[in-house]
């Protein structure tokens, strides 16, 4: 039955692999007509992430 485990969590982590696989082509396809909003929100996380890293965090 040991086996039989190991043999599932290996199903399982090739499915996840798998459904991540798809997402990500699905996500890359529609980039390829999205692509200028892409950047745009690329540019704003950016920003985002750098003025929060500028702000003085409370120790």
């Known amino acids: 039955m040991q086996n039989f485990k190991g043999i599932q969590g290996i199903l399982r982590i090739v499915a996840l692999i798998g459904l991540l696989l798809a997402v990500v082509t699905f996500f890359v396809q529609s980039l390829r007509q999205f692509l200028p909003v892409a950047i745009v929100?690329?540019?704003?996380?950016?920003?985002?992430?750098?003025?929060?890293n500028r702000t003085p965090r409370p120790h």
């Open 41 to 52: 929100l690329a540019g704003v996380a950016g920003i985002a992430g750098q003025l929060v």
